[in-house]
């Protein structure tokens, strides 16, 4: 197997060493722009091997050419949001970055399954998919898990601990307009509805749609990068090993929620060929409401991709 991680930012090079120390695949390629940054970070990773007893091999590029026969792409690069920004002030910049990238993973790794992290994460997935013409069940975007890990740890933060038996639903954009669920969020098996008062999920649930800014505010100086590049990793497992996890991710829609034409979180079971199926919930009118409210924004950033002349 062969990974490629692009960019070697905070979440790319976590990525790059969450693959390696978990063995994920065999070879794995971080590629960025800035010259020597992968190679510095490649040859680290490669002498920690030693002390930590993995057997992958990072090499570190600023060549595409290194990257071709890739199984599997996770695209990290771009520019971060800064305190005050928000996901949509990065669609020009991101998107032209996005349109290089499926350029040549393309050419050289056409056989490839893609995970984009970058943002505005439901916007630059469907930019990725229609820069590279593959089947969409192969291209998916990472937000779900990320949101919903974020939302269990405020369960269990507001439990008392128990994080490892929380499991969690957000569907939606992976933005201010994401819907958690906290009907379908459960502690072993109970739901959350049963343990915590309603005006402590209602909490959870806008501390949720608000996390990652939560954490740019708190850096002031960048952005999430350990719980994005553990979901990203995570996803990737699941393709890789064809484990076929149920989690929520950016996928495309073809009807299911009544929508279509988009990609949006859902919970998708992922396995060997990407997406394999889309699991379709039963939400009440409130929960569809804001699922049409999520869709409706990632919609105009869409418009703006095209206005700009990047789709």
């Known amino acids: 197997m062969k990974v490629t991680v692009v960019g070697g930012g905070f979440v790319g090079m976590t990525c790059a060493q969450r693959l390696a120390e978990q063995e994920v695949a065999e070879n794995i390629v971080l590629i960025d722009v800035i010259e020597g940054r992968p190679q510095g970070i490649a ?26 026969g890739s199984d599997l792409f996770i695209m990290t690069a771009g520019m971060p949001r ?13 998107g032209n970055i996005i ?18 992290v970058s943002n505005p994460l439901d916007t630059m997935v469907y930019l990725m998919s229609q820069a590279l013409g593959f089947e969409t069940k192969r291209v998916v975007g990472m937000a ?33 307009s994401m819907v958690p669920l906290p009907q379908f969020s459960t502690m072993d098996g109970v739901s959350i509805q049963a343990t915590l008062p309603g005006d402590e999920i209602d909490a959870i649930n806008h501390r949720t749609q608000h996390g990652g800014a939560e954490i740019v505010n708190l850096l002031k100086t960048g952005s999430a990068f350990y719980a994005p590049s553990a979901a990203a990793v995570a996803m990737a497992k ?18 299911q929620y009544g ?5 949006m979180g859902v919970p998708c079971v992922l396995g060997s060929n990407g997406v394999e199926h889309i699991v379709d919930l039963e939400l009440d009118d409130a929960g569809r409401e804001k699922l049409n409210a999520s869709a409706v924004a990632i ?7 095209k206005t700009k002349g990047l789709l």
């Not at 002498?47 to 990257?67: I, M, P, W």
């Not at 699941?238 to 009807?255: H, K, T, V």
């Not at 929508?259 to 990609?263: A, F, N, P, S």
């Open 299 to 305: 919609r105009a950033d869409i418009e703006t991709l």
């Open 259 to 263: 929508l279509e034409g988009i990609y």
């Open 144 to 176: 779900g898990v990320l949101d919903s890990a974020r939302m269990a740890f405020f369960i269990s933060e507001a439990n008392g601990g128990g994080i490892k038996d929380v499991r969690c639903m957000v569907l939606g954009g992976h933005g201010d």
């Open 82 to 94: 800064k305190p005050g920004m928000d996901r949509s002030d990065l669609l020009e910049v991101n």
């Open 99 to 116: 349109n290089t990238v499926a350029a040549y993973i393309k050419e050289g790794s056409p056989n490839a399954k893609v995970i984009v």
């Open 238 to 255: 699941s393709i890789l090993r064809n484990e076929r996890r149920l989690l929520p991710c950016a996928a495309y829609l073809d009807g």
């Open 43 to 68: 040859l680290d990773l490669n002498q920690a091997a030693a002390v930590e007893g993995y057997q992958a091999v990072v090499t570190g590029t600023n060549d595409a050419a290194d990257t071709h």
